[in-house]
């Protein structure tokens, strides 16, 4: 794992946050509510007023805020596990009001003006929506207003939802271009081992590259967020290959946020990749939502992950699920790891007739022929 771990003689906190002026701050659910005892304000008024030191200091602030559904859990009392889909969208909808009335009243104490914007994966995916969501945030953040960004609960549905605000805040961070991702959570950061099980659990304090190894360190996801580790990493992967640091630390200790943008040795740093992905692929590898599987041949990997080529249908053993034309798909080597994501010229449907087959084959078979790639290399990602 030590090729993955920077070396702190070459990389400098310093030098990295010097330049560091758009923030975008992800507070998860377990530091601002709990179903016992609802909205944690003593925490939210440290954590409001750190965000307010460093506004003073000239540092533009985005709020990614959890807490909605576990605060409305607490004011319907529903403290069991596995809630409809109807009873989620109404706690968030009665804990939401809740959470912003918080917001405002705690950031107004410091003359700070807050707003709330709540966004669906429509919003990200749908280029015109996209750009006003863009256009919002940055006319708050023109009139120094603090946007406070949260998934529309109450009404998002599966095929538009995002999942997490962990992933949500990354998504944020591309559109709003930051500098910077935090992610507050209630633990010091990503750790060697689970430290509520091993005494010798060290903080990885920076993480140079994402890879498996560094994603095996994770563990499992909470009974309570939707959240976790592995969701956390998956925000620093995606924030990080598009140009933009990441860090995780402990909510719970004072000044955090103040001590993170001096670069004080707080948190796990995942550092930005020098080479970065373009826009389009990384709207495709981040933004869109997996449809359907595709599981490839030994052949079909090699020329996908050695040689740079597409992906045509004689490399294809089987196809899962069901898509259309355009959908993006994940592409799965047969022990279903995932290789690549992509847009697919077929469908489901017609991928399963064609698998196996040489291109020149597809017309007799379809009896039409829109593409010889199922998928090409122009849409197509590397993960």
Request: aromatic share 4%.
């Amino acid at each position: 794992m030590s090729c993955q771990l920077a070396d702190k003689n070459i990389i400098s906190r310093h030098d990295i946050l010097a330049g560091v002026k758009r923030i975008v701050i992800k507070i998860g659910s377990r530091l601002l509510a709990s179903v016992e005892n609802g909205l944690n304000l003593e925490l939210m008024q440290a954590l409001i007023a750190d965000i307010a030191k460093i506004r003073s200091q000239g540092k533009e602030v985005i709020l990614v805020s959890s807490g909605a559904v576990l605060a409305g859990r607490t004011k319907l009392g529903l403290k069991k596990f596995g809630l409809s889909i109807s009873l989620k969208q109404a706690a968030a909808a009665v804990g939401q009001s809740r959470l912003m009335h918080a917001y405002e009243k705690l950031f107004n104490a410091h003359d700070i003006c807050s707003a709330q914007v709540l966004l669906t994966r429509d919003d990200l995916t749908c280029h015109r929506r996209y750009l006003n969501a863009r256009h919002t945030i940055f006319t708050l953040l023109d009139y120094k207003v603090i946007p406070i960004i949260n998934e529309n609960d109450t009404v998002v549905v599966e095929e538009i939802k995002v999942g997490d605000n962990d992933n949500l805040s990354a998504l944020v961070s591309n559109l709003a271009e930051a500098d910077l991702l935090i992610i507050l959570t209630d633990v010091d950061g990503l750790c060697s081992a689970d430290p509520c099980k091993d005494k010798n659990a060290r903080l990885i304090k920076t993480v140079k590259h994402i890879n498996n190894d560094i994603h095996k360190l994770a563990g499992k996801e909470r009974a309570f967020g939707t959240g976790g580790m592995i969701s956390k990493l998956q925000a620093a992967c995606s924030v990080t290959c598009f140009g933009i640091p990441a860090i995780i630390a402990n909510g719970h200790r004072p000044g955090i946020i103040s001590r993170i943008i001096n670069a004080d040795e707080v948190g796990t740093l995942f550092l930005a990749q020098k080479k970065q992905i373009p826009s389009r692929k990384h709207w495709i590898a981040h933004v869109l939502k997996v449809k359907g599987m595709i599981i490839l041949d030994e052949g079909a990997k090699l020329a996908l992950c050695k040689k740079g080529r597409s992906l045509l249908p004689s490399g294809i053993l089987a196809v899962r699920g069901r898509f259309g034309v355009g959908d993006m798909v994940s592409c799965v080597d047969i022990d279903k790891k995932e290789i690549a994501r992509g847009l697919t010229n077929y469908s489901s449907h017609e991928i399963d007739k064609i698998k196996g087959c040489n291109s020149s084959e597809i017309e007799m078979i379809l009896h039409y022929k829109p593409d010889d790639e199922i998928i090409h290399r122009n849409n197509l990602v590397l993960v």
